[in-house]
C-alpha cells in the first residue's frame, strides 16, 4: 500500500474549489454570454471527485471486485445525478429577474433547491460509509502509517462537507448519515487495529468528524441550521 496523503490533500483541496466556484465566480463567461464562469467550473465537478475518489480506493484497497466497483458507481451515479441538476437549472435560475413568481420560477426552484439537493448530497453521505466497509472488508489491508499527515486535508474537506450541507438545508438527511459513519468508524478503530495506520481510513473517520462537528456546532449556535447565505456569510 502506497502513501496517499498527497493524493488525500489534492482531492480537498480540488473538492473545496470546485465545489466553492459557482458560489464565487460569478463573472460573465465569453463563449456565452448567459452563462458564468462558475457554471462553466462546475461542469467537470464529477469527473474530478470520482476520479480522486476511484483512485484512492485503487491505490489502498487490494482487490477492486464487483462488490467494491459497483457501490462506488451507484454512489457516483447519484451524486453525478444530483450535481447536475442542480448545475443545469441554477444557471437557469440566473436569468430570471429577481423576485420573479410563476409556475416556471417554482419549478426552477423545486429542481435547483430541493429534489436536486437531497439527492446530490445522498451520494455524499453514502461516499464515506461505503469507504470505510470496504476497507474493513480487505483483511490483508494494514497501515503503517501515522495518520497525522492526512489531519490538514480531513479538515479542510470535513468543513466543506459540512458548511455544503447546511447550505443545501438537507441536515436532516445528512445529520444522521453523518452520526452513524462516525460511530461505524469510531468502532472499527477499536476493533480493527489495522485500519489505524491506513491514511484514507483516518481521513474518512476524521472528516466526517469535522462536519459532523461543524453541523452540531452551527445548529447549537443558531437553534437551527440557517442557511450561510441567508446570514450574509456567503
Same mark, same amino acid.
Given at each position: ?42 461542469? @467537470? ?53 429577481? +423576485? ?22 445522498? +451520494? ?101 441550521? @440557517? ?8
Amino acid at each position: 500500500m502506497r502513501r496517499n496523503w498527497p493524493l488525500l490533500t489534492a482531492f480537498s483541496i480540488a473538492y473545496a474549489f470546485f465545489l466553492t466556484a459557482p458560489a464565487v465566480f460569478h463573472q460573465e463567461f465569453p463563449l456565452r454570454t448567459d452563462m458564468e464562469w462558475g457554471d462553466v467550473l462546475d461542469i @467537470p465537478t464529477p469527473f474530478i471527485v470520482f476520479g480522486f475518489v476511484w483512485l484512492l480506493v485503487r491505490r489502498t484497497i487490494g482487490t477492486v471486485d464487483g462488490l467494491v466497483a459497483f457501490p462506488l458507481l451507484l454512489i457516483a451515479l447519484v451524486w453525478t445525478q444530483g450535481q447536475g441538476m442542480h448545475l443545469a437549472s441554477n444557471s437557469i435560475g440566473h436569468q430570471l429577474a429577481e +423576485g420573479e413568481s410563476g409556475t416556471l420560477p417554482d419549478l426552477i426552484y423545486f429542481y435547483d433547491e430541493q429534489l436536486s439537493h437531497y439527492i446530490w448530497y445522498l +451520494g455524499v453521505a453514502a461516499l464515506p460509509g461505503f469507504l470505510l466497509i470496504v476497507m474493513w472488508r480487505d483483511r490483508a489491508l494494514a497501515g503503517k502509517w501515522s495518520p497525522f499527515a492526512v489531519l490538514p486535508g480531513a479538515l479542510l474537506y470535513g468543513l466543506v462537507v459540512g458548511i455544503d450541507v447546511i447550505e443545501a438545508a438537507v441536515v436532516p438527511m445528512a445529520l444522521p448519515a453523518f452520526v452513524l459513519t462516525a460511530v461505524l468508524a469510531a468502532y472499527l478503530y477499536r476493533s480493527t487495529s489495522r485500519l489505524r495506520g491506513v491514511e484514507l481510513f483516518a481521513f474518512t473517520g476524521v472528516s466526517v468528524l469535522v462536519a459532523l462537528g461543524v453541523l452540531l456546532g452551527w445548529g447549537a449556535y443558531h437553534g437551527g441550521w @440557517p442557511e450561510p447565505s441567508d446570514l450574509g456569510l456567503i
